[in-house]
């Protein structure tokens, strides 16, 4: 009766949205055991090589010299200079960095705009607030960049954060100067934080040029950009937010009483990580575009609408005429013992497509498109046949 009492107070844990990896592992009983399962979930191969380079000299390392390392990337990627009132803030885990910023700025009498479709991490996060959360629709139409007019003229009673994502995970949409000199219009105007996920910059394929808010001074009265070298589903993750020093100050505030302390191992995996990043930065990347160039070529032979990424290691695919996003989950997972990631795991704006992840091996990447073209094509159209019959005979 004691431990019931404590289960169903739990209310929270009610609210939170399904993990990419996690809460679907009920459905594998779903799965095609005559075949090898094909998962396109999230990997962790950022883990993989710190493991097989793990004979580490370790040295005596402060945080202020991940951060000095950290600056100088930033500058030579971007190319500019920080100003005297830019602030960066190191985390080694991602999880963290997220806790320290919802829990310093939102509150429950408090609103926060979150674009969705989004990694659901940020939503499962903030609900520990007590924040209200409204979402904001990417839609292709708008080439899935929030429409601010219609934010304005819907959302903005106490909204203290917006929370955006882009590059975007999955779907791989970018923003434009143009587009960032309207958020910053947006966001004077309405009084309100802006924070950008900017990992995905990290990933960007080679004609598309890193876009940040630190190239203008202004903007940082109103931005706050996140920076996570985490590959993968990466359970380390050296994170820094990049904000001026007004913001950074109270974030301070909260991990000083909160007590996120930086032990030695951490600081001396991050040195490591980061001074390697580029290696596997390289490796995964090659992959990713090998398997984009293929999966283009089938989805265009099939008529499939996808939306091709600037960068990223995902793919955000329009699911077939009679599928919903779990629905065609569900059909992968049964007859082709193939683990795609519907939509709607990422967020109400999510239906209607599936996303296939980039970064898997180029032989089970290659697996799955067959099985698609040679078992599932097949059978959707015998479906199809056998259903017109079915009327017919009805008529």
Known sequence: MFRKLIFDKSDRLYKLLPVLDGEEENKIKLINKKLPLISHCPSSIGDDFIVHNANLSFIDIKESTIVDWFIKWFEKKYNISFREEVEVLFFSSYSDLLKSLFFTFLDSEDVLLLSDPINPIYRNIALLTDAKIVKVPLLQRYYYLPNLSYIMSNFLINSAMFFINYPHEPIG????????????????????????????????????????????????????????????????????????????????????????????????????????????????????????????EKLNQWSWFYYKPAG??????????????????????????????????????????????????????????????DLWIPMKFKKHRKEDNDRKAKN
């Open 312 to 373: 990223g290691n995902f793919l955000w695919i329009k699911v077939p005429a009679g599928y919903s996003a779990d629905g065609i989950y569900v059909s992968f997972l049964r007859n082709l013992n193939i683990q795609v990631i519907p939509g709607t795991l990422y967020g109400e704006y999510g239906e209607g497509f599936f996303v296939i992840n980039l970064g898997i091996s180029k032989e089970n990447f290659i697996e799955t498109f067959r099985r698609i073209e």
């Open 173 to 296: 949409a970018v923003m434009d100067d143009f587009y960032i000199k309207e958020l910053y219009n947006f966001a004077k105007k309405m009084n309100i934080l802006v924070v950008n996920e900017a990992s995905g910059n990290l990933f960007l394929f080679e004609n598309n040029e890193p876009m940040t808010f630190l190239k203008e001074k202004k903007y940082m009265n109103y931005f706050l950009e996140i920076i996570s070298f985490k590959v993968g589903n990466s359970k380390f993750s050296p994170s820094f937010i990049i904000c001026n020093k007004e913001i950074s100050n109270y974030i301070n505030n909260f991990v000083r009483k909160t007590d996120f302390t930086f032990d030695f191992y951490s600081l001396n995996l991050a040195n490591f990580y980061l001074n390697n990043f580029e290696s596997i930065r390289e490796n995964f990347m090659n992959t990713v575009k090998t398997n984009l160039e293929f999966a283009i």
